[in-house]
Antibody, heavy 123, light 108 residues
Framework: QVQLVESGGDVVQPGRSLRLSCAAS????????MHWVRQAPGKGLEWVAV????????YYADSVKGRFTISRDNSKNTLYLQMNSLRAEDTAVYYC????????????????WGQGTLVTVSS | EIVLTQSPGTLSLSPGERATLSCRAS???????LAWYQQKPGQAPRLLIY???SRATGIPDRFSGSGSGTDFTLTIRRLEPEDFAVYYC?????????FGQGTKLEIK
């Protein structure tokens, strides 16, 4: 069965960096685009970034562009989110999510989600 | 950016009743790339509906989606106790992918 397991969440000071990981299993990871979505405490869902199946295409929300970098290692079935210059407003649970269609980025919804990892940005 | 506005913000109903949730887009959603997700406290979102009207794997048939263009609806026929949760619509046809602000379905 499909499993997505996030890790790397922590309490960090503003301006510092953090890298999140998402270990995938139960499907052909290298065939699917992958996303990061976050949810601030008590708030709704906010899409953060997407990476294509082969890593060649990446898109970001304006709120994280230039600070966050999405990447993947298909040999390790792992998705990453490098977060630099963290701000208090980046405090959230970060979920990784799998695109539901092979190869496609747009036109592909999110059919499996991990349980999330909490990032707290505070001095 | 396509802005999605969900209504109502909170819906109070009793088990056995019918729930109708609305999602309106600021511009047309291409090819009906509109999904609905359910989220319970402390859990990850779960895909319910994709393509505006197709049920995801394992979703009971009391859940149905409809609509096109800018107006979409999620209907839950005969609410079960486990259906009380927060529901989000999402468009996935273009970047940035966007979610509605959510509708909380609570027990009356």
């Amino acid at each position: 069965q499909v499993q997505l397991v996030e890790s790397g969440g922590d309490v960090v000071q503003p301006g510092r960096s953090l890298r999140l990981s998402c270990a995938a299993s139960g499907f052909s990871f290298s065939n699917y685009g992958m996303h990061w979505v976050r949810q601030a405490p008590g708030k709704g869902l906010e899409w953060v970034a997407v990476i294509s199946y082969d890593g060649s295409n990446k898109y970001y929300a304006d709120s994280v562009k230039g600070r966050f970098t999405i990447s993947r290692d298909n040999s390790k079935n792992t998705l990453y989110l490098q977060m630099n210059s963290l701000r208090a407003e980046d405090t959230a649970v970060y979920y990784c999510a799998k695109a539901d269609r092979v190869i496609m980025l747009f036109g592909s919804c999110f059919d499996y989600w991990g349980q999330g990892t909490l990032v707290t940005v505070s001095s | 950016e396509i802005v999605l506005t969900q209504s109502p913000g909170t819906l109070s109903l009793s088990p056995g009743e019918r729930a109708t949730l609305s999602c309106r887009a600021s511009q047309s959603v291409s090819s009906s790339y509109l999904a609905w997700y359910q989220q319970k406290p402390g859990q990850a979102p779960r895909l319910l509906i994709y393509g505006a009207s197709s049920r995801a794997t394992g979703i009971p048939d009391r859940f149905s989606g409809s609509g096109s263009g800018t107006d979409f609806t999620l209907t839950i026929r005969r609410l079960e106790p486990e259906d009380f949760a927060v529901y989000y619509c999402q468009q996935y046809g273009s970047s940035p992918y966007t979610f509605g602000q959510g509708t909380k379905l609570e027990i009356k």
